[in-house]
């Protein structure tokens, strides 16, 4: 069995927005894929508002306290993914020479629960974006393989 292509949700605090996506995209992955998140200065605790957000959607928050973004990390997911936070100032240099994509989301700590929901629910959609368009991928890919062998 091959190990999972990760797709690698990156924010500041890793208290909100990125594990959200992480919720997200692990409640019905594609085949094959399994997402994580980290922080580049992870915060001390998750944010309290993001776990009743992702109940409001029968989610629950991933199995892990915000944690540190690792070079390991980086290296080892398939596709990064940042939550609007390339900035010099959050973000390390290094981010800025892996391939990566960035979802130029508001942080919705200090948003009210309209806002906090409407950053949600923004995610959500750009999740459900993510998962068709690995699976198409990953069938154009399988469909190269087949006509090549053959």
Request: overall charge positive; charged content about 25%.
């Amino acid at each position: 069995m091959t190990s999972p292509k990760v797709v690698l949700f990156i924010c500041v605090g890793n208290s909100g927005r990125s594990l959200m996506a992480e919720a997200m995209f692990n409640a019905n992955p594609p085949e094959g894929w399994v997402a994580m998140s980290a922080g580049t200065n992870p915060a001390t605790a998750v944010n309290p508002r993001t776990g009743s957000m992702l109940r409001e959607l029968g989610l629950d928050l991933p199995p892990h306290p915000p944690q540190m973004l690792t070079p390991e990390m980086m290296v080892s997911a398939r596709l990064r993914i940042t939550m609007g936070c390339l900035d010099d100032a959050s973000c390390p240099a290094r981010l800025k020479t892996l391939e990566l994509r960035d979802w130029a989301l508001p942080d919705p700590a200090h948003l009210d629960d309209n806002g906090f929901r409407q950053v949600r629910d923004r995610i959500a959609g750009n999740v459900k974006g993510l998962r068709t368009e690995l699976v198409l991928s990953d069938r154009r890919a399988a469909a190269r393989l087949r006509s090549d062998s053959q």
